[in-house]
């Protein structure tokens, strides 16, 4: 596996990386295992202060960080920028509240005395994560586990490398212990390896499902547990009585933000009959006013795709689908730009026997069906191996919570473009993974939840279960 940043705006490889031999693997193992042992003693609340420095030290870098992320995999500078500020929010929201969600809790029960759940570290974890939010996949497993007491080892993907090194370097700047979390330019083998030493007791994963299932497996057989974020296809509906006003002005931001390389996008567009045709031409509109160029320049609002091979993947499942059928209304034209850029594009008439209906595509490509009803919504919404987030657009927002109540996904935002916060658990269902991220149920992923029971002496009357010898005669 070569590791290299190529620049998907003027193709130029910018840097490569040596990968990580066997030897770095154990000393990072070790490493991290001392650290594990170091943590147990440490208050939670000393953690947090060196958090709180990440996230001063995030935003003192900031452009830095930015820059480096956007010449790594193509994104706008803006959204770059904001992806930034995002990992600062998560640092600085962990660091202020995970003492308190790792403080032990007490259990009400019939047994002789007392009993609480404290929260313990397990254990050094293995992250893998993806290019396409190449610091936020990181920080919202790092800031809570760092709060924990689990030291990490990262393996990145391939194409963003120097993202990953970059703020690898900027935790341990900012004060945190070597150790806490240590980048690796790791192979596959090397992955597995970890994932079967007896000092890795979990593995975090966001990708493919190829991905997830390979990770899973060799977690499964080790009896490590796992959290998995893979693939959406995630539905946007548009109910009869939706402000098509706001549908209008999320939509289109919902497929394309990051050239629509993001697995919680709306890759299904759900709309009413009687609002159709209007939606349709509201995003052609859309999307035709989107301006590809260099994603450094804060004019340009269309990126390039991350790579060379993700580009070609996408045109052919979008020739696949028309093949099958499907109607293009708007884009699969060429742009006469260097850099790995895809028209904008608009897909119709795809039934169930088409690949698009079933297949994520990872770019700036939407599909866009017509129903007559609710329920026939909510069933075509939920007629996907995927089950990440979705969108529901009506005008009346408790009965859009009604129909999103509905939907087979981990998350659902009504009328409203969705969005990340610390506070807010991030995962889905089905083939999109399980465990959660961020917010409490992301802090409790690789805790050990252990119960100690207090009393004062033995309740000899106390034969619950059977577990209590009686006397010898």
Partial sequence: MAYKTINPYTNEVVKEYSNTTDQELEEALQIGKNLYEKFKTQPVKERGKILHDVAAKIREQADELARACTIDMGKLFTEAQGEVELCAI?????????EEMLKPEPVETSAHGTAEIQHHATGVLMMVEPWNFPYYQIMRVFAPNFMVGNPMILKHASNTPTSAQVMADVILEAGAPKGALTNLFMTYDQVTAAIEDSRVQGAALTGSERGGEAVASAAGKNLKKTTMELG??????VLDDA???DVSNIAWRSRLYNAGQECTSSKRFIVMENVYDEFVEQLKESFSKVKPG??????????PMNT???????QEQVDEAINAGAKVVYGNEPIDLPGQFFMPTILTNVDRDNP???TEMFGPVAVVYKVSTEEEAIELANDSSYGLGGIVFAGDSEHGAEVASQIETGMVFVNDFRYSLPELPFGGVKRSGYGREMSRLGQMAFVNEKLIVKADRPDMNNLAGGL???DPE
Wanted: glycine residues 2%; hydrophobic residues 40%.
């Fill in 90 to 98: 998560i640092a600085d929201w962990f660091a202020d509240h995970s």
């Fill in 232 to 237: 959406g296809m995630d539905p946007f509906i």
């Fill in 243 to 245: 402000n098509m006003d």
């Fill in 294 to 303: 260099d994603p450094l320049d804060p004019k340009t609002t269309l990126a």
């Fill in 308 to 314: 060379k091979k993700a580009k070609e993947d996408l």
């Fill in 356 to 358: 698009a209906h079933t």
């Fill in 468 to 470: 209590i010898a009686t």
